[in-house]
């Protein structure tokens, strides 16, 4: 159990890839309804980490629609606070450091392996568009070292995951869970070849640096919980608790994404649609 001196703290966590829809909503929802029970503190984070997908356009609509649902927030881009910045483009330092920590303790190797490669090499029977194939360990022999490269040579750095160790860990709201390493997730990059930090290691850092003490997210992310332990062990940071939240699904049962244009908060706004009534029944 973190040490919780300074109260329940939890965050929204947005990425501006696009608008945001009615399921990010529903999630960020329960988020704030779980901080204002604990009495706790919110705080926005811009998860802009990813400049090949993300727009500035959608940052701006992204607080806009957020505010016009309902939401506050203590701390965040627009807010201030004082375990800033809170955007995640401004936060590279922080990403450098736990990747040299990473390294110097010998978790991390750099993996020249392309998708296609990965692809040709495994076969990959639980893959499903929402994970990622298990690594096949080409380069794991590979020293934890760049020294033997070519400057020019593109790799990723892919943490080493303990092949057969069980994570397991009690979820606030779906309650334990349990995941084999190399079984259910291998090996998985920390930092891409394109110098951009990969999301578990960017979430991890800044979850410890900002106090969060609770993530609510979606329950698609409860194998990259597993990841992330493994990240906060190696780091030596103590995790938080985690409360993982069922999606929200179409009228055809099909998990709603950005794509889901006519369920964005804009669409929707537009169409007339208040605040009061899209939370019936949440
Ligand atoms: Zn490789």
Not at 68 to 91: H, I, K, M, T, V
Not at 98 to 104: G, S
Not at 237 to 261: N, S
Request: charged content about 25%.
């Amino acid at each position: 159990m973190p040490p919780n001196s300074k109260g329940y703290r939890g965050r929204l966590a947005p990425s501006p890839t696009g608008y945001l829809h009615l399921g990010h909503a529903r999630t960020f929802w329960i988020a704030q309804q779980r901080a204002r029970a604990h009495d706790g503190a919110l705080v926005l984070r811009n998860d802009d980490i990813d400049a090949r997908r993300y727009k500035l356009e959608f940052v701006a609509a992204m607080i806009e629609d957020l505010r016009w649902f309902g939401f506050e927030w203590n701390e965040g881009p627009d807010a201030g606070g004082p375990l800033g910045p809170y955007n995640q483009s401004e936060r590279f330092p922080f990403y450098r450091a736990a990747l040299d920590q990473l390294q110097a303790g010998g978790c991390i190797y750099p993996c020249t392996c392309s998708r296609k490669d990965i692809a040709a090499a495994t076969r990959a029977p639980h893959a499903t568009d929402e994970d990622e194939p298990i690594y096949p360990g080409n380069c794991r022999s590979k020293l934890s070292s760049t020294n033997n490269f070519q400057p020019a040579t593109r790799f990723n750095w892919r943490f080493r995951v303990p092949d057969g160790e069980t994570i397991s860990f009690r979820d606030e709201h779906l309650g334990p869970q349990r995941f084999v390493a190399g079984k259910d997730f291998g090996d998985f990059v920390v930092w891409r070849h394109d110098d951009v930090p990969a999301y578990q290691l960017s979430v991890v850092v800044d979850d410890a640096a900002m106090e969060i003490n609770e993530v609510v997210r979606g329950a698609d992310l409860l194998k990259s919980t597993a990841r992330q332990l493994l990240v906060y062990q190696a780091l030596s940071l103590p995790p938080q608790k985690f409360f993982h939240c069922p999606l929200m699904t179409d009228k055809a049962g099909v998990r709603l994404a950005k794509r889901h244009d006519t369920l964005s908060l804009r669409k929707l706004r537009e169409g007339g649609a208040t605040p009061e009534a899209l939370r019936q029944g949440w």
